[in-house]
T-cell receptor
Framework: NAGVTQTPKFQVLKTGQSMTLQCAQD?????MYWYRQDPGMGLRLIYY???????DKGEVPNGYNVSRLNKREFSLRLESAAPSQTSVYFC????????????FGEGSRLTVL | GQSLEQPSEVTAVEGAIVQINCTYQ??????LSWYQQHDGGAPTFLSY????GLEETGRFSSFLSRSDSYGYLLLQELQMKDSASYFC???????????FGQGTTLQVKP
Protein backbone atom coordinates (compact mmCIF):
# COMPACT_ATOMS: atom_id res chain seq x y z
CA ASN A 1 0.00 0.00 0.00
CA ALA A 2 3.04 2.27 -0.55
CA GLY A 3 3.03 3.08 3.16
CA VAL A 4 -0.30 4.91 2.97
CA THR A 5 -3.48 3.94 4.78
CA GLN A 6 -6.77 5.54 3.78
CA THR A 7 -10.04 5.09 5.63
CA PRO A 8 -12.79 4.46 4.87
CA LYS A 9 -12.41 2.64 1.56
CA PHE A 10 -16.09 3.04 0.71
CA GLN A 11 -18.72 5.48 1.99
CA VAL A 12 -22.23 6.50 1.01
CA LEU A 13 -23.52 9.83 2.25
CA LYS A 14 -26.69 11.80 1.90
CA THR A 15 -26.58 15.38 0.65
CA GLY A 16 -25.74 17.70 3.51
CA GLN A 17 -24.02 15.12 5.69
CA SER A 18 -20.46 15.60 6.80
CA MET A 19 -17.58 13.20 6.96
CA THR A 20 -13.81 13.01 7.30
CA LEU A 21 -11.46 10.93 5.18
CA GLN A 22 -8.40 9.82 7.08
CA CYS A 23 -4.93 9.31 5.68
CA ALA A 24 -1.81 8.14 7.45
CA GLN A 25 1.67 7.45 6.09
CA ASP A 26 4.36 5.48 7.84
CA UNK A 27 7.37 6.66 5.85
CA UNK A 28 8.11 9.90 7.71
CA UNK A 29 7.71 12.05 4.60
CA UNK A 30 7.03 15.76 4.74
CA UNK A 31 4.64 16.34 1.84
CA MET A 32 1.12 14.93 1.69
CA TYR A 33 -1.68 15.41 -0.83
CA TRP A 34 -5.38 14.87 -1.44
CA TYR A 35 -6.60 14.31 -5.01
CA ARG A 36 -9.98 13.44 -6.43
CA GLN A 37 -10.59 11.43 -9.57
CA ASP A 38 -13.86 11.35 -11.42
CA PRO A 39 -14.71 8.64 -13.99
CA GLY A 40 -12.51 8.92 -17.07
CA MET A 41 -10.77 11.94 -15.65
CA GLY A 42 -7.38 12.82 -14.38
CA LEU A 43 -6.38 13.51 -10.80
CA ARG A 44 -7.31 16.93 -9.52
CA LEU A 45 -5.48 18.35 -6.54
CA ILE A 46 -7.74 19.40 -3.67
CA TYR A 47 -5.24 20.37 -0.96
CA TYR A 48 -1.67 19.60 -0.12
CA UNK A 49 0.67 20.00 2.82
CA UNK A 50 4.38 20.60 2.31
CA UNK A 51 5.17 19.99 5.96
CA UNK A 52 3.58 19.50 9.34
CA UNK A 53 1.54 22.58 10.25
CA UNK A 54 1.14 23.91 6.69
CA UNK A 55 -1.61 23.39 4.14
CA ASP A 56 -2.23 24.93 0.72
CA LYS A 57 -5.12 24.95 -1.70
CA GLY A 58 -4.92 22.98 -4.90
CA GLU A 59 -7.06 23.17 -8.02
CA VAL A 60 -10.46 22.30 -6.52
CA PRO A 61 -10.52 23.21 -2.79
CA ASN A 62 -14.11 24.48 -2.54
CA GLY A 63 -16.29 22.38 -0.26
CA TYR A 64 -13.34 20.77 1.52
CA ASN A 65 -11.19 21.41 4.56
CA VAL A 66 -7.99 19.67 5.62
CA SER A 67 -5.97 19.14 8.76
CA ARG A 68 -2.35 18.14 8.99
CA LEU A 69 -2.62 16.69 12.46
CA ASN A 70 1.02 15.64 12.66
CA LYS A 71 3.68 14.44 10.27
CA ARG A 72 1.91 11.10 9.72
CA GLU A 73 -1.71 12.17 9.28
CA PHE A 74 -3.53 14.37 6.78
CA SER A 75 -7.33 14.37 6.89
CA LEU A 76 -9.89 15.68 4.41
CA ARG A 77 -13.28 16.90 5.63
CA LEU A 78 -16.50 17.43 3.72
CA GLU A 79 -18.63 19.73 5.88
CA SER A 80 -21.81 19.48 3.81
CA ALA A 81 -21.57 16.83 1.13
CA ALA A 82 -22.99 17.45 -2.34
CA PRO A 83 -23.61 14.99 -5.21
CA SER A 84 -20.83 16.77 -7.16
CA GLN A 85 -18.40 15.44 -4.56
CA THR A 86 -19.09 11.85 -5.56
CA SER A 87 -15.64 10.69 -6.55
CA VAL A 88 -12.65 8.54 -5.70
CA TYR A 89 -10.33 10.30 -3.30
CA PHE A 90 -6.63 9.51 -3.22
CA CYS A 91 -4.19 10.47 -0.54
CA UNK A 92 -0.49 10.57 -1.42
CA UNK A 93 2.86 11.45 0.10
CA UNK A 94 6.21 12.36 -1.36
CA UNK A 95 9.86 12.17 -0.52
CA UNK A 96 11.42 15.55 -1.23
CA UNK A 97 14.71 13.99 -2.17
CA UNK A 98 13.07 12.05 -4.99
CA UNK A 99 11.15 14.91 -6.47
CA UNK A 100 8.08 14.17 -8.50
CA UNK A 101 7.52 10.73 -7.02
CA UNK A 102 4.27 10.35 -5.11
CA UNK A 103 3.14 7.24 -3.27
CA PHE A 104 -0.63 6.85 -3.46
CA GLY A 105 -3.07 5.12 -1.16
CA GLU A 106 -5.66 2.72 -2.53
CA GLY A 107 -8.38 5.36 -2.63
CA SER A 108 -11.64 6.09 -0.86
CA ARG A 109 -14.77 5.69 -2.96
CA LEU A 110 -17.39 8.22 -1.91
CA THR A 111 -20.96 8.40 -3.17
CA VAL A 112 -23.21 11.32 -2.24
CA LEU A 113 -26.91 10.74 -2.84
CA GLY B 1 -2.03 28.66 -13.59
CA GLN B 2 -0.95 25.32 -14.89
CA SER B 3 -2.34 23.16 -17.67
CA LEU B 4 -1.27 19.93 -19.30
CA GLU B 5 -2.39 18.31 -22.54
CA GLN B 6 -2.04 14.69 -23.53
CA PRO B 7 -3.97 12.51 -26.00
CA SER B 8 -7.03 10.85 -24.56
CA GLU B 9 -6.52 7.44 -26.15
CA VAL B 10 -3.78 5.48 -27.87
CA THR B 11 -3.99 1.98 -29.32
CA ALA B 12 -1.04 -0.25 -30.21
CA VAL B 13 -0.28 -3.93 -30.77
CA GLU B 14 1.67 -6.23 -28.52
CA GLY B 15 5.40 -5.98 -29.10
CA ALA B 16 5.21 -2.53 -30.67
CA ILE B 17 6.51 0.83 -29.45
CA VAL B 18 4.19 3.66 -28.44
CA GLN B 19 4.85 7.27 -27.51
CA ILE B 20 2.54 9.31 -25.30
CA ASN B 21 3.08 13.06 -25.54
CA CYS B 22 2.50 15.73 -22.95
CA THR B 23 2.65 19.48 -23.38
CA TYR B 24 2.39 21.82 -20.44
CA GLN B 25 1.95 25.46 -19.54
CA UNK B 26 3.12 26.54 -16.11
CA UNK B 27 4.34 29.71 -14.47
CA UNK B 28 7.18 27.75 -12.87
CA UNK B 29 8.73 24.39 -13.61
CA UNK B 30 10.72 21.92 -11.56
CA UNK B 31 10.01 18.65 -13.32
CA LEU B 32 7.69 16.34 -15.25
CA SER B 33 6.54 13.00 -13.86
CA TRP B 34 4.75 10.03 -15.39
CA TYR B 35 2.32 7.69 -13.65
CA GLN B 36 0.53 4.49 -14.60
CA GLN B 37 -2.92 3.55 -13.36
CA HIS B 38 -4.74 0.31 -13.97
CA ASP B 39 -8.53 0.21 -13.74
CA GLY B 40 -9.67 0.54 -10.16
CA GLY B 41 -6.16 0.90 -8.83
CA ALA B 42 -3.93 3.57 -7.41
CA PRO B 43 -1.56 5.52 -9.66
CA THR B 44 2.03 4.31 -9.53
CA PHE B 45 5.11 6.34 -10.31
CA LEU B 46 7.05 5.57 -13.49
CA SER B 47 9.60 8.31 -14.06
CA TYR B 48 10.65 11.90 -13.45
CA UNK B 49 12.56 14.37 -15.61
CA UNK B 50 13.93 17.58 -14.18
CA UNK B 51 16.45 18.23 -16.95
CA UNK B 52 16.30 17.98 -20.73
CA GLY B 53 16.94 14.60 -22.21
CA LEU B 54 15.98 10.98 -22.02
CA GLU B 55 15.63 8.86 -18.87
CA GLU B 56 15.44 5.12 -19.34
CA THR B 57 13.99 2.59 -16.93
CA GLY B 58 13.70 -0.85 -18.45
CA ARG B 59 11.09 -0.88 -21.22
CA PHE B 60 9.96 2.64 -20.33
CA SER B 61 11.73 5.87 -21.21
CA SER B 62 10.75 9.47 -20.62
CA PHE B 63 11.93 12.56 -22.45
CA LEU B 64 11.80 16.24 -21.57
CA SER B 65 12.40 19.43 -23.53
CA ARG B 66 12.04 22.40 -21.21
CA SER B 67 12.40 24.92 -24.04
CA ASP B 68 9.42 23.34 -25.83
CA SER B 69 7.42 22.68 -22.64
CA TYR B 70 7.07 19.15 -23.90
CA GLY B 71 7.73 15.64 -22.78
CA TYR B 72 6.85 12.11 -23.75
CA LEU B 73 6.70 8.62 -22.35
CA LEU B 74 8.00 5.86 -24.60
CA LEU B 75 6.91 2.29 -23.99
CA GLN B 76 8.80 -0.43 -25.85
CA GLU B 77 8.06 -4.10 -26.39
CA LEU B 78 4.46 -3.55 -25.40
CA GLN B 79 2.77 -6.21 -23.33
CA MET B 80 -0.92 -6.76 -22.65
CA LYS B 81 -0.37 -5.76 -19.04
CA ASP B 82 0.69 -2.27 -20.23
CA SER B 83 -2.97 -1.55 -21.01
CA ALA B 84 -3.69 1.21 -18.51
CA SER B 85 -4.04 4.95 -18.15
CA TYR B 86 -0.91 7.08 -18.19
CA PHE B 87 -0.69 10.52 -16.64
CA CYS B 88 1.88 13.23 -16.90
CA UNK B 89 2.24 15.59 -13.96
CA UNK B 90 4.04 18.89 -13.54
CA UNK B 91 5.85 20.03 -10.44
CA UNK B 92 5.47 23.76 -10.98
CA UNK B 93 6.30 25.28 -7.63
CA UNK B 94 8.81 25.05 -4.86
CA UNK B 95 6.00 24.24 -2.42
CA UNK B 96 5.54 20.80 -3.90
CA UNK B 97 2.29 21.38 -5.79
CA UNK B 98 1.92 18.59 -8.36
CA UNK B 99 -0.70 18.94 -11.11
CA PHE B 100 -1.80 16.04 -13.31
CA GLY B 101 -2.94 15.88 -16.91
CA GLN B 102 -6.23 14.26 -17.95
CA GLY B 103 -4.58 10.98 -18.76
CA THR B 104 -4.07 8.80 -21.83
CA THR B 105 -5.77 5.43 -22.04
CA LEU B 106 -3.48 2.92 -23.73
CA GLN B 107 -5.05 -0.17 -25.20
CA VAL B 108 -2.66 -2.94 -26.21
CA LYS B 109 -4.10 -5.42 -28.69
CA PRO B 110 -2.83 -8.94 -29.45
Amino acid sequence: NAGVTQTPKFQVLKTGQSMTLQCAQDMNHNSMYWYRQDPGMGLRLIYYSASEGTTDKGEVPNGYNVSRLNKREFSLRLESAAPSQTSVYFCAHRVRERAGELFFGEGSRLTVL
Amino acid sequence: GQSLEQPSEVTAVEGAIVQINCTYQTSGFYGLSWYQQHDGGAPTFLSYNALDGLEETGRFSSFLSRSDSYGYLLLQELQMKDSASYFCAVDGSNTGKLIFGQGTTLQVKP
